[in-house]
């Protein structure tokens, strides 16, 4: 006696409708996920420039460069996005774009107006004003700012090396060092207190020219974040759920 077995089945594919909603909540996951890394990336990569700024001896500089991230996806086609995060300079300052140029891509940099530029030395404080208006020392903010009848007014010189110097006469400096200290006496001509009488003090030096080479290499800073981008979309993914 013989038996035949069969099997049989209809296999039915979901409706049209449910394939969208599938493909649709994927991609919001995806784009959820997206958002989330480029802002990791947009504060990593900020750090991690303000960090190399810092170590370079540039101190805050680097708190010039800011950043920023996309809080939405940019849609490119039926499926297609992109998020990106962007990093910017948050001065307008000439100066401090110049010292950012220059220490990120080097600079020579020569006088503006006349033969010599004038270079702060210790004794003499490094910025003057306040608020917005601080601003470098200058031989031109040395007699604007009144330091000239506060401490002293700035007699050229020569140095050993021919170049120019600004220098004040029977000032007081302090015993302990401390930069941009300079005062002038009493008026019985005595040093102020914690200070000692100086005949000569130097308060500018005279350069031609000066190069600054570059320090800080932004591009290769931002090409690691880069490698760490694929992780953090993992991760973030992970969080969504299946």
Do not use: C
């Not at 089945?9 to 997206?34: H, W």
């Not at 810092?54 to 460069?65: C, D, F, H, K, Q």
């Not at 973030?236 to 759920?241: C, N, V």
Request: aromatic share 6%; charged share 30%; net charge positive.
């Amino acid at each position: 006696m013989a038996t035949n077995a069969m099997f049989s089945a209809d296999l039915k594919m979901p409706t049209p409708g449910l394939i969208d909603d599938y493909r649709r909540n994927v991609r919001q996951k995806f784009e959820r996920a997206a958002v989330r890394t480029v802002d990791t990336i947009s504060r990593r990569g900020k750090s991690a420039i303000r960090q190399r700024f810092a170590s370079a001896g540039l101190g805050r500089l680097g708190n010039a460069i800011g950043s920023s991230a996309d809080e939405q996806v940019v849609r490119r086609g039926s499926d297609g996005f992109s998020a990106s995060a962007q990093f910017f300079t948050r001065s307008r300052s000439e100066r401090t774009l110049g010292a950012l140029a220059a220490y990120t891509q080097g600079a020579d940099i020569a006088p503006r107006r006349g033969r010599w530029l004038w270079i702060p030395t210790d004794n003499a404080r490094r910025l003057v004003g306040k608020g917005a208006n601080r601003r470098r020392l200058t031989p031109a903010l040395w007699r604007d700012g009144g330091l000239d009848k506060k401490v002293g007014s700035l007699i050229l010189l020569k140095s050993v090396n021919g170049h120019p110097i600004l220098a004040v006469e029977n000032v007081g400096v302090d015993l302990s060092g401390r930069k941009g200290s300079a005062k002038s006496l009493t008026k019985r001509g005595a040093p102020r207190k914690h200070q000692v009488r100086r005949d000569l003090v130097v308060m500018f030096v005279g350069i031609p020219r000066t190069a600054r080479a570059a320090r800080v290499n932004i591009t290769e800073i931002l090409n690691q974040v880069r490698t760490e981008i694929p992780a953090i979309f993992e991760s973030e993914l992970a969080k969504e759920g299946r």
